[in-house]
C-alpha cells in the first residue's frame, strides 16, 4: 500500500467510523424516564390488562394518551408490589398529587393531527405502530433528536432505516406507506390541519 | 520502519475523511434535520398544549357568514383549527380556504394592533402608532375644516349594512350636523336588487330575491365565480352534484378562463366591460325569434311598447361585433336559455371591478324575459329579517351611488371586505379629504386610508351572521368571540361615539353587542317564523327554542335560525323591462354599445386572486393558500395565474 492510499483510509476509515457509529449517539440526546415502569406486568397474566384499559378514548371520542394519576390510583393507592419505583410513584406522585412527566416516544411533530379514535376505528391495532412496546419489562430512555427535537421514535431506531420492522418509523412516509396499503387517502389535510 | 507524511498525504487523508462523511449519513440527515429546525426556530409559533376543547363561531370576513367548528386548546381556550359545521342549514359545512386559516390572520403581519396613521411611501405604505385621543383629535378637527368645505363633512361607509351594529353606529352620527350612514350595493346580490325594483308587489315593494338552486336547468353567469364560492361557499357542492348528475348547465360569459369559466360546460370568452351588449343580445333574439313565453309578455308592461324597440340595435350580430362573442352562438344560447329553466347572474369576476348597474340593468332584463319572477321562476322572494327598533335618532341612510361626486370631506370605511371598488369611493371624496379606515388589517381599502384605527377582527368580537346574497330564505347566526382582541382595538360604535363627543355632541354611550343582538334574538321569536338548527341535532320549531334567551343560547352554541319560505315565493307581479328613469334607460344603451372602455385594458395580464370572491381584499392571505393553491383544485392553469390581492395591486 501506497502512502497516499494508506493516508486516504486513514482519512476514510475514522470518517466513517465517526459517521456511522458516533453520529447517531451524538445527534440524539438519550432521557431517562421519571420511573421505570413494565408493561409486561400490567398486560402479561398477571395483570390481564388491555392497551385500551389505560390508554383509552375519552367520553368525548378524542383519544386521552397516557393515563392521569386517577386512573393508576384505582389499583395504586397504596403499593401492591414490591418494586423501589412504584413505592416511589406513589409516595412523590400519587400522594403528592403531582402528575408523572412521561416523556413520550410516539410525539408527533406539532404540525401531525394523528387521531387515535380513527384509526382504532379501523381496527388497526395498536402494535401496528408500537410494536412490543405493551410486552417490554422497563422503559428504554427517551431520545430526542438535538437538532429537529423530534423523538428518536419517529425516524425509527437505525439511522439508515434500512430493514426496519413496520413499527419502526413514524415519519410521514410510513404513514403514507400504511394508508397505500389500506387503501386510505393520504391527502394533506387529512394529517396537517 | 520510519513513515513519514508529506503535505500530499494530508491531503489525501483529508479527502478520505470527506469521502467518508459523504458515505455516512451524516450529511444527509444534518440536512434533513436542519430544515425541520427552521420549522422549529425561534420564529415558528409555538404550538399550545393543554385541554382540547370545541367552541362554535362563524367566520365574519365576507358576507357569507360560514359557521366554524374551532378545536381549541388549553385555558383560556386558543382555536387551532377550525372546520365548517356538518349539516349547517346555510353553509353546508363549507369553507373558503381563507375560512380554514381565519385564525392565522390574527397574527399576522399586516395586523393593526392600534391606532396608526398611515402614509404612503414610495413602494407601499407605512403605518405609524399614534394615540387613540391624538387619531380621535385630529379626525375631530378634519371633520370640523369640512364643515365648510365639503358637501358632507362626515360620512361612514358601512361595508356590511344590516347588522344591529350598523345601527349602533349609526347613533352617535344622528348628532353630528350633516353627517351621513352610507351603505354600498352588494356585488352579489346586484342582479336580483336591479329585479327586484321592476316588480310590482301587490302591496308595494317586494322584498329581498334568492334563488331556488334546485330550480335552474342552465346558469348563465356573468363573470359571477360559482364554482369558487358565489353567495357561500356551500353552494360549491350543490353546484358541483348537479353539474355531474347532468341536471345543470353552466355557461360561463368572463373575458378570463378563471376556474369557474374552466369547470363551465361551456365559456364564452367576451372582450371586457362589454356583458351588457351580451345580454341585450340575448334579449333581442329572446324577443324577436318570438321565444318570450305568452304569460311574461301578458306581465310585462313595456315589452311591445318600448323594450322591443330598445333591444333593435342589439341583434347578435351587432352584439358579436361589440362583444366578440359570435352571432350564432348567441342565438343558439337564448334559444337554449328559452328551452328550459333557465338563469343569468351578474356580479363579475373576483380580481374586477364590479359590473355596473347598467350591466345588472341588462341581466335582470334577461331574467324577467325568461320568467324568472314568477312560479315557475329560479328567481323567489323572501321575508326580510325581523329587525327590532332601537330607541333614539339615527343618522341618515343613503346608497353610496346616490352620494354626489367630490362630496365628501371626511370619509370613515367601516369594515374590511373590498366589495366596493376604491375607484366609485375616491369619486366621491372632496379633494382634500381625510379616510379614516377601521379595519383590523393593514389591506385592501386601509391602505387608501390617512387614519387607521382597527376594529377587533373577526374571532375577536361578537358579530351576527345575515343571511348571505341569494339566499331563498333569511337566517341569522352568531359569530362568538374565541380570542381576545388587542388591547387598543375599537369597535365601530364606540370609536364613533367618542368622535362625536369629541365634536362637542353628547353621543349615547354604546349598547353592546350582546344586549344588541339580544334583542334581534327576541324579535325574530317574537315574528314567530322559522326554525332553529342546533350542530348535530335536529331542526326544532322557533317556539320551542325557549324565549329570546333560549334562542340566544343554541345560537351560541353554533345554531343558526333558518326561516320558513314565503307562503307564495314568486306570486304573479307585474313588471318593467327597462329601468325605471330615462336617464338609466340612456346609460344602459351608452353601455351597451361602447362597452366600458376603461375595462378594456383588463385585457392583458390578468393575476386571480386566490380565495372567495367576498374574503379577498378583507384580510392579508394566509400562507397556507399558497399550499392549498398548489395541491388543490384553487390551482389555475392555462394563462391564469392566481396570486395575493398585494400582489396584484402591485403588479
Known amino acids: 500500500m501506497t502512502s497516499r492510499s494508506f493516508a486516504f483510509v486513514a482519512g476514510l476509515t475514522p470518517a466513517l467510523v465517526v459517521g456511522w457509529l458516533g453520529f447517531p449517539r451524538l445527534l440524539y440526546k438519550r432521557v431517562e424516564q421519571p420511573l421505570s415502569f413494565s408493561h409486561k406486568v400490567h398486560t402479561g397474566e398477571k395483570g390481564g390488562m388491555a392497551c385500551a384499559d389505560c390508554h383509552a378514548l375519552g367520553p368525548d371520542g378524542r383519544f386521552t394518551g397516557i393515563p392521569r394519576l386517577e386512573k393508576c390510583a384505582g389499583c395504586h393507592a397504596q403499593p401492591i408490589g414490591t418494586t423501589a419505583d412504584e413505592k416511589r410513584f406513589v409516595d412523590d406522585y400519587l400522594n403528592k398529587g403531582q402528575e408523572v412527566p412521561w416523556l413520550v416516544y410516539s410525539r408527533q411533530p406539532d404540525n401531525v393531527h394523528f387521531p387515535h379514535a380513527v384509526h382504532i376505528g379501523k381496527k388497526v391495532p395498536c402494535e401496528r405502530c408500537h410494536g412490543p412496546h405493551g410486552t417490554t419489562d422497563t422503559l428504554r430512555a427517551w431520545q430526542v433528536n438535538r437538532i429537529s427535537g423530534y423523538s428518536r421514535d419517529i425516524w425509527g431506531p437505525r439511522i439508515t432505516r434500512a430493514f426496519r420492522r413496520p413499527w419502526e418509523g413514524m415519519k410521514m412516509n410510513d404513514c403514507i406507506r400504511c394508508h397505500a396499503e389500506r387503501g386510505q387517502s393520504s391527502s394533506c389535510l387529512a394529517c396537517h390541519k | ?651
Open chain 2, 1 to 651: 520502519m520510519r513513515l513519514s507524511f508529506t503535505r500530499r498525504d494530508v491531503l489525501f487523508a483529508a479527502t478520505g475523511s470527506a469521502a467518508g462523511l459523504v458515505l455516512s449519513p451524516v450529511p444527509w440527515k444534518l440536512l434533513g434535520d436542519s430544515a425541520i429546525w427552521t420549522q422549529r426556530s425561534r420564529f415558528a409559533p409555538e404550538t399550545l398544549r393543554g385541554d382540547i376543547t370545541t367552541r362554535f363561531s362563524a367566520c365574519t370576513l365576507c358576507p357569507a357568514g360560514c359557521a366554524l367548528r374551532a378545536r381549541c386548546v388549553g385555558m383560556p381556550a386558543v382555536p387551532v383549527s377550525l372546520t365548517g359545521v356538518a349539516g349547517h342549514p346555510v353553509t353546508h359545512g363549507a369553507l373558503c380556504p381563507t375560512g380554514f386559516a381565519l385564525h392565522h390572520l390574527m397574527r399576522h403581519p399586516l395586523r393593526l394592533t392600534g391606532p396608526a396613521q398611515i402614509a404612503r411611501r414610495k413602494g407601499g405604505v407605512e403605518a405609524t402608532s399614534r394615540m387613540a385621543d391624538a387619531v380621535i383629535a385630529s379626525v375631530a378637527d378634519a371633520v370640523r375644516s369640512a364643515r365648510t368645505a365639503a358637501k358632507v363633512p362626515l360620512a361612514v361607509l358601512d361595508l356590511r349594512p344590516g347588522r344591529m351594529a350598523s345601527l349602533e353606529c349609526r347613533r352617535p352620527l344622528a348628532g353630528i350636523p350633516g353627517a351621513l350612514h352610507v351603505v354600498p350595493a352588494s356585488r352579489e346580490a346586484s342582479t336580483f336588487e336591479a329585479m327586484r325594483i321592476r316588480l310590482e308587489g301587490a302591496e308595494g315593494a317586494v322584498g329581498p330575491l334568492g334563488i331556488d338552486l334546485d330550480k335552474p336547468r342552465t346558469i348563465v353567469s356573468f363573470g359571477a365565480p360559482l364554482r369558487e364560492g358565489w353567495g357561500t361557499p356551500g353552494t360549491v357542492p350543490v353546484l358541483v352534484t348537479r353539474q355531474n348528475q347532468g341536471s345543470l348547465r353552466l355557461v360561463q360569459i368572463e373575458a378570463h378562463r378563471s376556474p369557474t369559466a374552466e369547470c363551465a360546460d361551456r365559456w364564452l370568452p367576451i372582450r371586457p366591460g362589454t356583458e351588457a351588449a351580451v345580454a341585450l343580445g340575448l334579449a333581442h333574439v329572446l324577443v324577436t325569434d318570438g321565444l318570450v313565453a305568452p304569460e311574461v309578455a301578458r306581465r310585462a308592461r313595456d315589452l311591445d311598447a318600448s323594450f322591443r324597440t330598445f333591444v333593435a340595435p342589439f341583434e347578435p350580430s351587432a352584439a358579436e361585433r361589440i362583444s366578440g362573442i359570435p352571432a350564432s352562438a348567441l342565438r343558439s344560447l337564448a334559444h337554449e336559455m328559452a328551452e328550459g329553466s333557465s338563469l343569468a347572474i351578474g356580479s363579475g369576476a373576483p380580481g374586477t371591478e364590479p359590473l355596473g348597474p347598467e350591466e345588472e340593468s341588462a341581466i335582470a332584463a334577461l331574467n324577467l324575459l325568461l320568467g324568472n319572477a314568477g312560479p315557475n321562476g329560479s328567481v323567489v322572494g323572501r321575508h326580510e329579517l325581523p329587525s327590532p327598533t332601537l330607541e333614539g335618532s339615527l343618522a341618515t341612510e343613503v346608497p353610496l351611488t346616490e352620494l354626489a361626486d367630490g362630496s365628501v370631506g371626511v370619509l370613515v370605511i367601516d369594515g374590511m371586505a373590498e366589495t366596493v371598488s376604491w375607484t366609485l369611493i375616491a369619486s366621491k371624496l372632496a379633494k382634500t379629504a381625510t379616510v379614516v379606515s377601521l379595519s383590523p388589517w393593514l389591506t385592501g381599502l386601509s391602505l387608501h386610508a390617512s387614519w387607521a384605527v382597527p376594529s377587533p377582527a373577526p374571532l375577536e368580537l361578537l358579530a351576527e351572521v345575515l343571511p348571505p346574497a341569494g339566499a331563498p330564505v333569511a337566517s341569522w347566526g352568531l359569530a362568538l368571540p374565541l380570542v381576545a382582541p388587542p388591547e387598543n382595538a375599537m369597535a365601530p360604535a364606540v370609536f364613533l361615539s367618542r368622535l362625536a363627543t369629541a365634536l362637542g355632541n353628547t353621543a349615547p354611550a354604546p349598547e353592546g353587542a350582546e344586549a344588541l343582538l339580544k334583542r334581534r334574538a327576541a324579535a325574530i321569536v317574537a315574528a314567530g317564523r322559522g326554525k332553529v338548527f342546533v350542530p348535530g341535532g335536529a331542526l326544532m320549531a322557533v317556539a320551542d327554542a325557549g324565549g329570546p334567551n333560549g334562542l340566544y343560547e343554541k345560537l351560541s352554541e353554533g345554531g343558526a335560525w333558518i326561516d320558513d319560505p314565503l307562503s307564495t315565493p314568486t306570486p304573479l307581479l307585474r313588471f318593467t323591462l327597462l329601468p325605471p328613469t330615462h336617464q338609466e334607460v340612456a346609460s344602459l344603451a351608452a353601455v351597451a354599445t361602447l362597452g366600458r372602455p376603461e375595462r378594456q385594458g383588463d385585457a392583458g395580464a390578468f393575476l386571480e386572486p386566490e380565495g372567495y370572491v367576498g374574503a379577498t381584499g378583507a384580510a392579508p392571505e394566509p400562507t397556507i393558500l399558497g399550499k392549498l393553491g398548489r395541491e388543490s383544485l384553487l390551482r389555475a392553469t392555462g394563462a391564469a395565474r392566481r396570486s395575493t390581492p398585494v400582489a396584484i395591486r402591485e403588479v
